[in-house]
Nanobody, 115 residues
């Protein structure tokens, strides 16, 4: 089992920045990728970014160039630095960890971007 706890959400004005953190615990040695999804009021849950155990990163087109995913292995933590935020980025952001084909999820953290 893997437990994930997110933090760093909040309210920010358009153009501002936030950094999300996701701390993993439990069977972390089996994690081969971690990342973020978000649930917006208008859409289904959509993928945002992924970082693999080999430090490869991928981003959704909508956030590429604005968001940066990174990891600190010593702290078992993955970060999502979000810059140039837009109202369309508003939603609940969920951290995930993938162990082979199984996904584990955090509880989610709310991001609200005001115009």
């Amino acid at each position: 089992q893997v437990q994930l706890v997110e933090s760093g959400g909040g309210l920010v004005q358009a153009g501002g920045s936030l950094r999300l953190s996701c701390v993993a615990s439990g069977n972390i040695f089996g994690i081969n990728a971690m990342g973020w999804y978000r649930q917006t009021p208008e859409k289904q849950r959509e993928w945002v970014a992924t970082i693999t155990s080999g430090n490869s990163t991928n981003y959704a087109y909508s956030v590429k160039g604005r968001f940066t995913i990174s990891r600190d292995n010593a702290k078992n933590t993955v970060y999502l630095q979000m810059n140039s935020l837009k109202p369309a980025d508003t939603g609940v952001y969920y951290c995930y960890g993938r162990v082979v084909v199984n996904y584990y999820w955090g509880q989610g953290t709310q991001i609200t971007v005001s115009s």
